[in-house]
């Protein structure tokens, strides 16, 4: 069965403290793993996508990697406003499947 | 470039009740899809709608159901609602579907709040 888990469900961080998110997945057929911001009231965001073992994407504070089994979402240096929820998604070809999410609370 | 607009809102109903959402997706977008997001299951895939044809269905029962026009704009219904049908309902538009090889990107709508007293 396709599923994504992401781990911590929550993770307080000190203004400056990096830190990594992780999204683990089993999939039939990884067609793309797939990183979103969702802030709350509102939809989710699109962050990156990530296609096979080895690939990292960035943004601004933001690193993605994935390898055959899991993502990390790299957090450098964060900023109050990097707080939000961090979904984690992949698609085998058919239809997405997203993770529970990481609620991020960034300290100032 | 307008986003994804979704209606209602918010909305609260009763037990037995049905109830019809809206998604209008972002002009040039042929695909629809429609999300159920509760706190303990997150987003869970309901279907997909490609040129007015649903092209997949999520692991939902019947009483979930949708439907996209011609101008790709999108509805899904949900009759006989129960307690456990409480979420954000979530629509995500795209330009294309199936094995496409773009970034992979869904444009989410900021939901339509369902609360089934």
Wanted: hydrophobic share 30%.
């Amino acid at each position: 069965e396709d599923q994504v888990t992401q781990s911590p469900e929550a993770l307080r961080l000190q203004e400056g403290e990096s830190s990594s998110l992780n999204c683990s997945y089993t999939v039939s057929g990884l067609r793309g793993l797939f990183w979103y911001r969702q802030d709350p009231g509102k939809g989710p965001e699109f962050l990156f996508t990530l296609y096979s073992a080895g690939e990292e994407k960035e943004k601004e504070r933001l690193k993605a990697t994935l390898t055959k089994k899991e993502s990390f979402l790299h957090i450098t240096a964060p900023k109050p406003e990097d707080s939000a929820t961090y979904l984690c998604a992949v698609y085998n070809g058919n239809q997405f499947y997203f993770g529970t999410g990481t609620s991020l609370t960034v300290i100032p | 470039k307008a986003g994804v607009t979704q209606t209602p809102r918010y909305l609260i109903k009763t037990r037995g009740q049905q109830v019809t959402l809206s998604c209008s997706p972002i002009s040039g977008h042929r695909s629809v899809s429609w999300y159920q997001q509760t706190p303990g299951q997150g987003l869970q895939f309901l279907f997909e709608y490609f040129s007015e044809t649903q092209r997949n269905k999520g692991n939902f029962p019947g009483r979930f159901s949708g439907r996209q026009f011609s101008n790709s704009r999108s509805e899904m219904n949900v009759s006989t609602l129960e307690l456990g049908d409480s979420a954000l309902y979530l629509c995500a538009s795209s330009f294309t579907s199936g094995s496409w090889l773009g970034t992979g990107e869904l444009f989410f709508g900021e939901g339509s709040r369902l609360t089934v007293l």
